[in-house]
C-alpha cells in the first residue's frame, strides 16, 4: 500500500473511531455522569474509560504504539515509529457539567511528528479530520461569538479556567484581540484548523494527548505551532508533556508571537 493510499485509510479509520466514541459519549449523557478523581489529577468517568477501551481496539494495529490519558503508560511506544495519541474525553469537567466544549482527540504520530490528526466536539457535531499535505476536512458549523474585529486583529480561543484566574490579564489592553473562552485545548486547536478562529496558546503544561490531534489538524490547514518556552515541539517523548504551546492559522503566526511576547514580557 502506498503512503497516500495509507493516510487516506487512517484518516478514514480515525473518522469512524470518532464517530463511535460520540455515540458512547451521548449515551453516558442520557444518565447522571458520576466520576471519581485522580490522585493529582482531574475526574474521570466510565464514559472515559469506555471510549478509550474502544479506541484502543481500532485504532492501533501490528507494530503501532499507544498512549492515551486513561491508560497506564507502556514505555515499548518509545520503540515504535507509528503512535497513536489519544484523548478520550479533553474537557472531562465539561462533559460531567453538561457544558458543550468537551471533544474526543485522536492523533497519529510517525517519528515524532503528528501526521493526522481528527477531533469531535459531539456536542456541536463539529468533526475536523486531516493534517500536513492533505488539508483539512470540517463536518458541522462551529459558531463563535468575537464581536467586530478589528482590521489586521486577532480571534483567539483562550483556556475558560486560565480567564477564570486572572492568567490573562497580561494581555489585556491589547486592542487587535478579541477572545473568546473554550474548555477543551483539543477543540480550540481543531477551531483554529477549520478557520472559525485565529489563534490559540497558553503558557501552562499541556500533555501531549491534549495537543497532538489539534497540532495535526493545524499544520494541515497551513498554520504553525510552536513552544513560547523554546522547547522542540516533538511527540512520543519519554516524558509526554509541553510547557506551554501556540498556534496561528495561516497568515497569523508572526503576530500571535508578537502578541504572546508582549504578554510574557509583562511577568
Known sequence: MSEPQQRARDAARIDDALQQAAAVLRRHLEHDVPYTMKQGHGPVTAA????????????????????????????????CRRVWIVDPIDGTRSFIARRPEYS????????????????CNPASGVTVIGGPGLGVQVRGEPALAFGVVPPGGLRVLASRSELTRGEWQRWQGVDLLRVVPVGSVAYKLALVAAGAADATWTLRPKSEWDVAGGMALVRGAGGEVWSPIGEPVRFNRERPSFGGFAAAAA??????????EQGRARD
Open 48 to 79: 472515559d474509560h469506555e471510549v478509550d477501551a474502544l479506541l484502543r481496539r481500532l485504532l492501533p494495529e501490528a507494530g503501532d504504539g499507544w498512549l492515551s490519558e486513561e491508560t497506564a503508560d507502556d514505555r515499548a511506544r518509545l520503540q
Open 104 to 119: 474526543i482527540s485522536i492523533a497519529l504520530v510517525e517519528d515524532g511528528e503528528p501526521v493526522l490528526g481528527g477531533v
Open 251 to 260: 497568515g497569523h503566526g508572526a503576530l500571535a508571537r508578537r502578541v504572546i
